[in-house]
């Protein structure tokens, strides 16, 4: 095993396992590595490396989040499968759509606090229903 430090986020898978539960590692920390377990997140089935050697040290690379995004690698024949961000064939953003349009909440149009006790001038009282009349003798209900 050899200490790595991790560049970006990683989930670990831990070693035996069965239930294929991962270790969260942050940017930044230290963590003993297989070689088995290295290659999970080097070259070439990640397209950037993610780990690094402990004993390198330094400034670690920035990577932005596209870097990641959408990159698979062939684990046949090693070639990177995709490109980050959107594809080639897709279409632009119909002209307008990336504007904020800000609208009335429907909110607003709902009782306010307080609201409630006032009554309309025009309500009516509702008289209470006449008491149910008294069972008969003799009728089942």
């Given at each position: ?26 940017a ?10 290295a ?22 690379p ?22 980050p961000?959107?594809?080639?064939d ?41 008491r ?10």
């Amino acid at each position: 095993m050899s200490a790595y430090e991790a560049i970006v986020n990683l989930s670990v898978p831990r070693e035996g396992d069965a239930g294929k539960e991962t270790d969260l590692v942050f940017a930044g920390e230290t963590i003993e590595l297989t070689d088995a377990q290295a290659d999970l997140f080097r070259p070439p089935l990640k397209a950037i490396a993610m780990i690094r050697p402990a004993k390198d040290g330094g400034e670690r690379p920035r990577i932005l989040p596209r870097q990641l995004s959408g990159i698979q690698v062939s684990r046949r024949t090693g070639l990177i499968v995709g490109v980050p961000g959107p594809g080639a064939d897709t279409r632009p953003d119909p002209a307008g759509s990336s504007q904020i349009i800000t609208t009335e909440p429907p909110e607003a149009n709902e009782p306010q606090p307080g609201d409630e006790t006032a009554s309309p001038v025009d309500a009516v009282d509702i008289p209470p229903r006449a008491r149910r009349a008294p069972a008969r003798a003799g009728s089942r209900s």
